[in-house]
């Protein structure tokens, strides 16, 4: 069966690395800007449409507010990027918003923040391939049609992209990414050009609608909670920025160096590309409605169902380039690309934080282990099942999924400024050097400036998005914590339980006697061999054990032992149901039950075939034997194999495999040979 499965295996993630070339697999920063800011960056495509999608309930005298959400977004997100600069310094390990967490504020808070990025990092895969198969489903019409089977599809494809390697897959995603965020600057720059200096009109497709406020005259409390609203759906554009922090560990040397200067690099191409596309957006008139077959009026007439809303980057890059440009072609298509490559930043995200989290048992130990292109092949596999699920549950809407967005990252975000306000109050107490102290300082009032922002924006979040969607994150953060706290439990009482102990015990004291058992069915090589093996294990007592399932086969079984004069006592039991397997247990349970202090041997023969189709001709019974066995204390199991013909033929071909020798290899095998021979002294 490995046969059969390693040839596809190895067409869609390549070949097997060794464990010696994980150097290798380190991204320099120009690569590692996309594969873990893929996500902030890309959110600007969908980020300032959900500010004016808030802002449109209370009609298009609010659109006025929106550059001011835009400046307290830009805000927010240099405070997150200086505050997680002292992160990547202080530390460099990878375990990020996680690791501050449970070393400054302990087990419980390291626990939360990991399970708010986990949520979140499953949410940012749904809600980015969802949001792309939108976009792309606005100009093929099949994508719409059957949005579910393709957002599925997507995910799919970038699991096995990213299970052939993080450099590979970084490669792959570089230039989609660069060409997005290059054309964004060229449409800003452009835009910026036509309306400064030439003074063009510039109006987008929605310019000439008419927005019908659902809450006209928005006043006091009711407007300032709807700007907060918006605001809160503008910090969508945040998500992601922890990711450089968990990532640390694959970039190249300096390793946080090179962290700082990307998540720099980061913040500032995102603020300066959302901010160039809501002044866009003003300028050329945009409108967004969040129910526009009703909202959105054209001479008066509501525009119907019929009706498809672009998002804002596509209105502006239409004004600003003209419909069907070669520009606006190739933006539009990178745009719908890079949303769907955003879910690489939790590709790469989720998997080092598991692998972490199961180091410190809190998941299991297979999420730490590196699969055949050295990834985290585990944990990449259960980040697409998880968002796989939530894309069926949500029917890849993203408007319904982006209101569980957000609530984890600014959990962590808080509870990791938090803790490291808490370390650097533990250095400045031992530090004494004047510098030193100056600089912690400095860093400490960044990280309680961001620990404070970031609570803020949390309780703003919470407030205006509960009841649309954020309890289910929480609900997700809580099944994670319970999760988590189970199984490290489980993890330490076993670990518990199978310490050995400084003093002898019973586990240490050798058995009274051994009782082995040889189970047979009929007299053939295999059972000989387990005879011949069981005799040289010189136990107290030695018998062959048989079950009658059928009387002329046992009656046959009988007349062969005593013709070949065999000196092991046989023993059959009787099954009247034509069961095997429960006979076999009682009986060793017997033999348990009279002799407490000795232990059963049952050894068990089994031959072994060559190929995978021949294992689905024999019914197993040595194999369920074999899982019951282990479940009955003081029963020791031992298999002894007998390999077929066709076993050997495939250990046969193995080996005519690795001596083949190539067209041409002819004249330099000899060349080769002698290279390996060593000389003679």
């Known amino acids: 069966m490995s046969k059969l499965t390693d040839v596809p295996k190895r067409i869609l993630i390549g070949r097997a690395l060794r464990s010696d070339r994980l150097g290798e697999t380190l991204l320099p920063k120009r690569v590692a800007l996309p594969v873990f800011a893929s996500d902030p960056l890309s959110s600007v495509a969908y980020a300032p449409g959900e500010v004016l999608l808030v802002l449109s309930i209370a009609g298009l005298s609010a659109y006025h507010f929106s550059p001011w959400i835009a400046v307290a977004v830009v805000v927010l997100m240099f405070t997150v990027v200086a505050s997680y600069r002292q992160n990547v310094h202080a530390y460099p390990s990878g375990g990020g918003d996680y690791e501050v967490a449970t070393t400054n504020l302990g087990p419980k808070a390291g626990l939360t923040v990991a399970s708010a990025l986990l949520v979140d ?64 600057f060229l449409m800003i720059a452009w835009g910026a050009f036509r309306g400064v200096v030439l003074g063009d009109d510039m109006r987008a497709p929605t310019a000439d ?77 945009v409108r967004m409605a969040e129910n526009p077959a009703k909202d959105l009026v054209h001479d ?41 490559l955003a879910a690489n930043t939790a590709y790469n995200g989720f998997p080092l934080l598991g692998a972490i989290l199961a180091q410190d048992r809190y998941l299991p130990r297979q999420l730490h282990t590196r699969g055949d292109r050295l990834a985290f092949s585990n944990g990449i596999v259960l980040l697409a099942g998880a968002a796989a699920l939530l894309v069926v549950i949500y029917g890849a809407d993203s408007t319904r999924l982006i209101q569980l967005y957000i609530v984890g990252v600014f959990v962590s975000f808080t509870l990791s400024q938090t ?47 509960f009841t649309h969607g954020a309890w289910v994150a929480l609900l997700g953060m809580c099944i994670f914590y319970a999760t988590m706290t189970a199984i490290r439990r489980h993890y330490d009482r076993v670990a518990e339980e199978i310490a050995a102990p400084d003093t002898p015990s019973e586990d240490t004291v050798r058995p009274s006697r051994v009782h082995s058992v040889v189970l047979i069915s009929k007299v053939h090589r295999p059972t000989l061999r387990a005879l011949a093996y069981a005799k040289l294990l010189r136990s107290d007592t030695l018998e062959a054990l048989s079950v009658n399932v059928d009387a002329d086969e046992t009656k046959a079984l009988r007349e062969e032992w005593e013709r070949r004069g065999i000196d092991v006592p046989l023993k059959v039991l009787d099954s009247p149901y034509r069961e095997v397997t429960r006979p076999v247990i009682e009986y060793v349970k017997s033999l348990r039950a009279q002799s407490p202090r000795d232990v059963v041997s049952v050894i068990i023969p089994e031959y072994v075939v060559g190929h995978w189709y021949e294992h689905l001709l024999h019914n197993q019974s040595a194999l369920r034997l074999k899982g019951r066995l282990l479940f009955t204390p003081g029963v020791m199991v031992t298999s002894v194999p007998y390999q077929l013909e066709s076993s050997e033929a495939a250990k046969l071909r193995a080996r005519r495999r690795q001596d083949w020798a190539a067209p041409g290899s002819a004249r330099r095998g000899p060349a080769e040979r002698a290279k390996e021979t060593p000389p003679r002294t």
Request: positive net charge; aromatic residues 8%; glycine residues 10%.
């Open 419 to 465: 803790g490291m306000v808490r370390h650097w109050n533990r250095l400045l107490a031992v530090e004494k050097d004047p510098a030193a102290r100056r600089h912690m300082i400095r860093s400490r009032a960044i990280n309680a400036f961001g620990a404070f922002f970031t609570g803020l924006v949390l309780v703003v979040v919470l407030l205006t998005k």
């Open 300 to 340: 008066g007439v509501p525009l119907g169902p019929d009706y498809v809303q672009n998002p804002v980057i596509s209105q502006v890059a239409e004004a600003v380039f003209g419909h069907g440009s070669f520009l606006f072609v190739v933006l539009a298509a990178a745009t719908a690309l890079v949303l769907f």
């Open 121 to 184: 990092y499953v949410l940012t895969v749904a809600v980015s391939i969802s949001s792309g198969i939108e976009n792309l489903g606005s100009a093929i019409p099949f994508v719409v049609e059957n949005k579910v089977a393709c957002a599925i599809g997507v995910i799919v494809l970038l699991t096995l992209m990213n299970l052939r390697g993080v450099r590979e897959s970084g490669t792959l995603f570089a230039i989609p990414t660069y060409v997005f965020v290059a054309g964004v």
């Open 209 to 285: 609608f008419e927005i019908k406020p659902e809450h006209p005259g928005l006043a006091g409390f009711a407007l300032v909670f709807l700007l907060l609203r918006a605001f809160s759906s503008g910090c969508a554009a945040l998500t992601g920025v922890e990711a450089i922090s968990n990532g640390v560990p694959g970039f190249r040397k300096p390793k946080s160096r090179n962290a700082a200067t990307t998540l720099a690099l980061m913040g500032l191409l995102a603020v300066t590309m959302f901010c160039g596309i809501i002044a866009l957006a003003a300028a050329t008139d």
